[in-house]
């Protein structure tokens, strides 16, 4: 049985990365990430989903929109108290491409951009609510990388000072 599930892991793998991919951004496309958020940038750790989508205007320069929710915090324990941290934020961002510059990588797309939104928080304290950072207006950058297996198909990573220290999974070009 395990012969068999490795063979079709195997096969699988082979199959996703067989294709010629072709991703370096161009003016026209139409981006989407998904994935998990870790390490929030405000204040603490936690975890989170978070989803962008962003068109292409120019050979290099793309804009659109992001969608975070993050939640860390503790609860339970020997003495029965907890606190609770949560963030949605929603905001527009803009990329610039710049891995073609350089790169003659097909597959791999190197961006940065800033994004600007606003952050609803809500925080508890032993069930009682407070209010530890406010809502408000933010201010975002990162940078990142998406890598395709096939021509509308690969993952990312995105770092910087955003909705989450890290942002990962899978990407979608259409």
């Known amino acids: 049985m395990k012969k068999i599930l490795f063979t079709l892991l195997v096969v699988s793998v082979l199959s996703v990365i067989s294709d010629k991919a072709f991703a370096q951004f161009e003016k026209g496309d139409k981006l989407l990430n998904a994935g998990i958020n870790l390490g929030g940038t405000y ?56 891995g073609k510059h350089f790169l003659k990588i ?20 032993d069930g009682v609510g407070y209010d530890a950072y406010g809502s408000g207006v933010f201010f975002g950058a990162f940078a990142g990388a998406r890598y395709y297996f096939k021509p509308n198909l690969g993952v990312f990573a995105e770092v910087g000072y955003n909705a989450a220290a890290l942002k990962a999974g899978i990407a979608f070009k259409f």
Do not use: K, T
């Not at 992001?66 to 029965?80: A, K, L, R, S, V």
């Not at 941290?85 to 929603?90: A, E, R």
């Not at 791999?108 to 939104?117: S, V």
């Open 106 to 125: 097909d597959n791999l797309d190197l961006y940065a951009g800033p994004a600007l939104g606003y952050r609803i928080a809500s925080s508890s304290y």
């Open 43 to 98: 204040g603490g750790g936690g975890i989170g989903l978070g989803a962008s989508f962003e068109g292409g205007v120019h050979d290099f320069i793309s804009v659109g929109g992001q969608f975070d929710f993050m939640h860390w915090g503790y609860g339970g324990g020997i003495y029965n108290y907890g606190w609770s941290y949560n963030f949605i934020n929603i905001a527009a961002r803009g990329s610039y491409h710049y």
